[in-house]
């Protein structure tokens, strides 16, 4: 499964909503409910007449079923309900420096290996140094820094045991010393 850039395009069914995701209601029975809804920052959607409903670390099965239920409530007629992830930006991570498409990332699992994540992003550029990549923690987990060297890792050929990211982190792949001599 591929992350994608900026949006959640086809993300698997295992994905987890989180705060700042984007979700698209579709109701069949009542087309006037289809809507684009946005996942706050306390985990839930807000709902015509229903309220909010708690969606956060849910999959799309889990939140048609949640909504559904909800709807019910108020709307009898309504039997089924259709959920599509239209945005996912809670398990992002950001791929800074030197690799071929810098930017954010959003990633189906909410946590990732330090190199799916390069990879994600292109991979390195010819210009990259892997010996010294920097990866900073998200803040709300203390924003802790650290160099990882990926290129001993690659040759090593234990690249599984990089360590693993998590929503909001950063990595930052700097450039190679261009050493000139005369």
Do not use: C
Not at 52 to 62: C, D, I, M, P, S
Not at 70 to 99: D, H, T, W
Not at 143 to 170: F, H, K, M
Request: aromatic content about 6%; hydrophobic content about 35%; glycine content about 10%.
């Amino acid at each position: 499964q591929s992350a994608k850039p900026d949006t959640g395009g086809m993300l698997g069914s295992d994905y987890r909503v989180g705060p700042g995701d984007h979700i698209y209601l579709s109701v069949p029975q009542r087309p006037d409910l289809n809507r684009q809804l946005a996942v706050g920052d306390d985990g839930n959607v807000n709902l015509p007449l229903v309220g909010n409903v708690q969606v956060r670390g849910l999959n799309k099965t889990e939140i048609e079923s949640k909504l559904l239920q909800s709807l019910r409530e108020y709307y009898p007629s309504v039997n089924k309900v259709e959920v599509n992830i239209s945005q996912a930006l809670s398990n992002v991570i950001f791929v800074a420096g030197e690799v071929r498409f810098p930017g954010k990332y959003s990633f189906p699992e909410s946590s990732v290996n330090l190199w799916e994540a390069v990879r994600e992003a292109g991979g390195p550029s010819p210009t990259a140094n892997l010996s010294s990549v920097r990866v900073v923690q998200d803040r709300s987990r203390g924003g802790q820094s650290q160099l990882v060297d990926v290129q001993s890792a690659i040759e090593n050929g234990t690249v599984q045991n990089l360590p693993i990211l998590r929503p909001g982190d950063t990595i930052f792949v700097p450039r190679a010393q261009t050493v000139f001599v005369s």
